[in-house]
C-alpha cells in the first residue's frame, strides 16, 4: 500500500510558547519537539507531514486555502481562535478538507468562554483535555480511516 497521506498541522496563537507558556496546563515539552517526534511517528503510518504556526489569522487561513486539491486531512488547534474565530470557520468550510479539531487541555473544565468552539459541529471529531497524545491520537486515527477507505477502494477493483 503506497498511498501516501497529506496532513497539515495547524498551530495557532501562542503555541509557539508550548514548553513555557503555563506549563502546569500545557505542559514542559516545546513545539518543535512535538512536531519532530509527530514525524517520526508519521512516516511509520505513510503520512507526509506538514505544519504551520502562526500568531496571525490571516495567515492561518492563508494557509488553509492553499491546502486545497493538495491536503488530504488537516489536523488544528486554533487555540484561542478557537472561542472567536468564524473565519478559520468559513475557510475549513470553503475548501472542504475533513480535520480534526485538537486541544491539549480541557477546554470543557476551564473558564466558560472556552467551552464554545466556532469549529466542532463541523470537525470530523475533537480531541481535548489529552496533552499532547491528543496529536498523535489523531493522526493514528487519519491514518486509520485513510488506509481503510484506499483499502476498501482497491478491493472494489476485484
Ligand atoms: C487550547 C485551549 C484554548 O482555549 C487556548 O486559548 C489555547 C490552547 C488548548 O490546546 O488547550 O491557546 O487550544
Redesign the pocket.
Known sequence: MNNIIHVLIIN????NLLGTRETN??GHETLSDLIENMKKQSKKDNISLYHIQSNSEHVLIDKIHSAKNKINYIVI????F??TSIAIRDALIAVDIPFIE??????FA?ESF?SHSWLSDISQGVI??LGLD?YYWALKTISNRLIHSYQNKSNKKF
Open positions: 495557532g496563537p501562542n503555541l496546563i500545557y488547534n486554533p487555540a484561542a478557537t472561542h485538537v486541544h491539549i487541555s480541557n477546554i476551564r472556552r481535548s483535555g491528543g
